[in-house]
């Protein structure tokens, strides 16, 4: 049996999403943490390219890749994060941890195996028809049957914006900065003083 | 595809709620310190004129259900029932947080914005019809939670309570999330009708609708804060300050209620039998768990967390009846148990003076010495909870007792009554405490009049209730057709 070319870039890609996600969350080192997440995200835009979701796609490379990560690799880099004390529990933990993943593992295992989600389950789809735009398609359903929790979202953005200002912004006495106001309503004698002095003759005459 | 304007009618409180937040938020920048007042007025108002709004499309038993959006939001009685009862928590929240808000001069607008954007995450959670309306609902009242608990952003005991409600969090909507999957990928669809009908073709055991629905049991067991998934609650109640502890014990419960009846009920009603074993495990737990780790407490808001926890327990039991009998129990218990909460958080407003909060049982000492009305109010609230007759809570109790008892489940009713006798005694103990012994200080209880008088009638409605409820249990059996 030949595998179509479809199931060999899908699991060309899979492959590495998974070990990209596997990195993440073991490298020590917290950048490379970051970059690997860039390479998760980059490998998820090729499956997404494949199922010919193409716009989801160039948005998640876009938004995700260009501007959420580098935003994020200048946080980790600016933020001194000791990782020893963050695994210090590690090795405590690790036995008990294993064994519930494993668990979970194989259960999901028998869950999402061929036997419920193989191909014979689900019909082939349809190829699209030619000048079929994927940005379009997902614009007229986002405005019309999504409307409602697409305008939730919104929301969520705005609680989220309004959590951050009101968690950070702060009026810290010690920081400095200029009133204008009362920059231009300065006046001579604020700032002037003249000191009447005699003149006094050089010691060496 | 034609649009009708009328069809966001429906809508209405939702769209206010949003309008007049966004409102609030702006307006916020404007007012200044000393006329922060205006704000709580914005807020109080927008409670009144959302609960007329939600009054005026409520048409009583015979108004049918209403689905608007696609599919995605549903207007029915249930629904209107439990946004009053939140409208009502809600002001009475807000009259009991601005006192201790000023105290810790966090008397800021952004408490009262993010606690409408909750309040409006928990009406999308009730009217919710889809999936993903659900888990957006979910998601903003989540969101405005855990910005609130570390609004006191000085304070590390708050900021560790929020890192970890946030974490926790996070988690329990990750597997909500995976839950809704699994059910999306086994029904091919989103909308909770659909799904019951595609749950009858599949049959109720289908592996991967079983899968789904252990994890959407995890996700609402979170939100209600059930044994084993209750971690966060004792450490979020006690770190948060107390006008957001307030806000988390009171509302939020009644979002959750309806979650779990709209995804275990409407969408997957044929896998009772599923659904029910799980969540006799989850009271079972939470019973025993809340009652008796509550008796170790000696700080009270972390007592009334467990506490909390206990009370889920029965919640869940009205709704493992899978009886219309069961859940209209369910959401009366719910309804009554909010209204005792929000009391007995502000009794611990009313106690906090400048830089002293009243959090440990020992502040409530002698306090019948210091104010016997407001020691009379405590006693209320506290019998009310352990479940003494003849205060409303012995009924709400009762009824859900009466509903476990009809569906053959008699030892699980006198477990539940074995464990609300251990819990009495950690509420005895506080009114034994405020009646027999003698007070540390004897400083006059000094409190502006609206949270007396809404502390003093939220305290008598506990024994009012007992004779006036006929109108809500009524409600609360026709909002599930008895």
């Keep these: 049996m030949t595998m179509p070319i479809e199931a060999i870039i899908f699991y060309f890609f899979a492959a590495i999403l998974v070990g990209a996600a596997l990195a993440v969350i073991s490298v020590r080192n917290s950048v490379y943490a970051a970059l690997f997440l860039v390479l998760a995200f980059f490998t998820s835009a090729g499956i997404w390219m494949l199922l010919e979701a193409e716009f989801l796609a160039i948005t998640l490379v876009l938004v995700y890749v260009g501007a959420v990560m580098v935003l994020f690799l200048f946080v980790v880099m600016m933020l001194d994060i000791k990782v020893e004390p963050l695994k210090a529990g590690f090795a405590r933990y690790l036995p008990v941890g294993a064994i519930v993943a494993l668990v979970m ?23 699209n028809p030619l000048g079929y735009s994927n940005t379009e398609e997902l614009g007229r359903v986002l405005y019309t049957e999504y409307y409602y929790p697409f305008e939730i979202a919104a929301v969520i953005l705005l609680v989220a914006i309004v959590a951050a200002i009101a968690l950070t912004l702060r009026k810290r006495p010690e920081t400095k900065f200029q009133d204008p106001a009362l920059q231009i ?18 010691a060496d005459q | 595809m034609e649009f009708d304007i009328l069809t966001l009618k429906p809508l209405l409180p939702e769209l206010f709620v949003l309008t007049m937040a966004c409102l609030i938020l702006v307006a916020d920048l404007y007012i200044s310190e000393a006329r922060r007042g205006i704000v709580h007025m914005m807020a109080m108002l927008t409670l009144v004129f959302v609960a007329i709004l939600t009054m005026r499309s409520y048409g009583g038993a015979e108004q049918a259900t209403v689905m608007v959006m696609n599919g995605t939001f549903v207007r029915d009685q249930m629904g209107d029932i439990l946004k009053l009862a939140i ?8 009259v009991y947080a601005k006192h201790d808000l000023r105290h810790r001069k966090l008397f800021v607008g952004e408490y009262y914005v993010l606690a409408l954007f909750g309040m409006l995450g928990m009406m999308v959670m ?28 000085d304070s590390a005991r708050a900021s560790e309570s929020a890192m970890k409600y946030f974490v926790l969090g996070a988690m329990a909507s990750g597997a909500l999330l995976y839950g809704m999957s699994m059910i999306y990928g086994a029904t091919g669809s989103l909308d909770l009708l659909e799904i019951s009908m595609a749950v009858r073709d599949l049959g109720s055991d289908d592996i991967v609708l079983a899968f789904g629905l252990a994890f959407l049991v995890v996700g609402v ?72 780790v509550a008796i170790a407490q000696t700080n009270l808001k972390r007592m009334l967390a467990y506490s909390t926890i206990s009370h889920v327990g029965f919640m869940l039991l009205g709704i493992l009846a899978g009886t219309p009998a069961g859940y209209a129990a369910s959401m009366f218990y719910a309804i009554i148990y909010a209204i ?22 020992d502040h409530f000492k002698g306090l019948n010495k210091r104010s016997p ?9 506290l019998a009310s909870l352990a479940g003494v007759p003849p205060f409303v809570g012995f009924f709400a109790k009762l009824q859900v007792l009466s509903a476990v008892v009809d569906i053959n489940l008699t030892w699980l009713a006198v477990y539940a009554v074995i464990m609300s006798v251990i819990g009495a005694f950690y509420y005895l103990r506080v009114i034994k405490l405020m009646y027999l012994d003698a007070p540390d200080t004897d400083e006059p209880i000094n409190a502006p009049f609206d949270l007396k008088a809404v502390l003093t009638v939220n305290g008598l409605a506990q024994l009012l209730l007992t004779f006036l409820a006929g109108p ?10 008895i």
């Design chain 2, 221 to 292: 067991a979170f939100k209600f804060g059930a044994v084993p998934f209750h971690m966060w609650l004792p450490d979020v109640y006690h770190g948060a300050p107390t006008p957001v502890t307030l806000f988390l014990a009171a509302a939020p419960k009644l979002a959750a209620f309806a979650m779990a009846i709209r995804l275990f009920d409407l969408a997957l009603g044929d896998m009772h039998i599923h659904w029910q074993g799980m969540l006799v495990f989850l009271a079972v737990l939470s019973l025993a768990l809340g009652n008796i």
């Design chain 2, 472 to 481: 809500i249990i009524a409600a609360c059996g026709a909002a599930f057709g």
């Design chain 1, 185 to 202: 309503q300065v006046r001579k004698e604020d700032r002037l003083r003249i000191v009447k002095m005699d003149a006094e003759k050089r």
């Design chain 2, 126 to 153: 009730i009217s919710a019809a889809s999936l993903l309306s659900m888990y957006l609902g979910l998601e903003l009242l989540a969101l405005s939670s855990y910005a609130l608990v570390a609004l006191e952003r």
């Design chain 2, 373 to 381: 009305w407001f020691a009379a109010v405590m006693m209320f609230l």
């Design chain 2, 340 to 361: 005792m909460a929000a009391g007995t958080f502000g009794m611990i407003i009313l106690l906090s003076r400048q830089g002293v909060e009243a959090e440990n049982l």
């Design chain 2, 87 to 94: 409208y009502v928590l809600m002001a009475a929240v807000f």
């Design chain 1, 105 to 127: 593992a194989a259960e999901m295992f028998l869950v999402l195996g061929a036997k419920h989600f193989g191909m014979e389950r689900f019909p082939v789809p349809q190829p």
